[in-house]
């Protein structure tokens, strides 16, 4: 079966500093990937997703993820932290070309900003 | 930008009271979801619709959740008897293709259930 899991369910960094969000995955198959964020009290916007075009993806508001098969990792990262991205990010897996049709999401990672 | 709604954002109801919430999906999609996210915990696939009928449901989708699409445009889940269990935000989500096409999933701002 297909999981992902979220290395830290609270990460806080000062702004301007590196961003960094872990996200490791188990799939029988090359799966697709996405990191969703939440803001608070709003629903899930799609930051980026990986579908094998390229292990680098680069996403909105400037985060980017790298897919590493050997290490069955997708980690999120930003060079430098905005107080505005404070926020719930979740990673999340789908199978590629089965009939699943879910999304199966980590339990997310609080991102904290210090000014 | 094109997005997908639901009404209520929030609804309190009292235990063993059926509650129906509603989506309306980004118009040209054909893929419908809902999720669950209960305070504190991850959020969880509920079921998937396609073609007026469940493509799939998880096992938290038993006998007193329904599904439907009415009407050209809104997807309602029904609760038929609510549980003090079922209190959690509900998002509804819409893509073009199924998820195992990579087709993006977008979701709505969730309907924050309460059950007393």
């Known amino acids: 079966a297909q999981s992902v899991t979220q290395l830290g369910s609270h990460v806080s960094v000062s702004e301007g500093a590196l961003v960094l969000l872990r996200c490791n995955y188990s799939?029988?198959?090359?799966?697709?990937l996405f990191w969703y964020v939440q803001y608070p009290n709003q629903g899930l916007q799609l930051l980026l997703k990986?579908?094998?075009?390229?292990?680098l993806v680069k996403g909105i508001n400037g985060f980017e993820a790298e897919f590493k098969k050997s290490e069955t990792s997708f980690h999120l990262t930003k060079p430098s932290a905005h107080m505005s991205d404070a926020a719930e990010y979740f990673c999340?897996?789908?199978?590629?070309?089965?009939?699943?049709?879910?999304?199966?999401f980590g339990s997310g990672t609080r991102l904290s900003i210090r000014p | 930008e094109p997005e997908v709604t639901q009404t209520p954002s929030h609804q309190v109801t009292q235990m063993g009271q059926e509650v129906i919430l509603r989506c309306v999906p980004i118009?040209?999609?054909?893929?419908f979801y809902w999720y669950r996210q209960i305070l504190g915990q991850k959020v969880e696939f509920l079921v998937s619709?396609?073609?007026?009928?469940?493509?799939?449901k998880s096992e938290i989708f038993d006998d007193q959740f329904s599904v439907e699409r009415p009407d050209g445009s809104n997807f309602t889940l029904k609760i038929r008897s609510t549980k003090l269990e079922d209190s959690a935000m509900y998002f509804c989500?819409?893509?073009?293709?199924?998820?195992?096409?990579?087709?993006?999933?977008?979701f709505g701002p969730g309907t924050r259930l309460t059950v007393l």
């Open positions: 999340a897996v789908s199978d590629r070309g089965s009939s699943a049709s879910k999304i199966i």
């Open positions: 989500a819409s893509s073009l293709g199924p998820a195992s096409s990579s087709d993006t999933q977008y």
């Open positions: 118009s040209n999609h054909l893929y």
């Open positions: 990986y579908t094998s075009a390229a292990t």
């Open positions: 799939s029988s198959v090359p799966p697709y």
């Open positions: 619709f396609y073609n007026n009928e469940i493509s799939e």
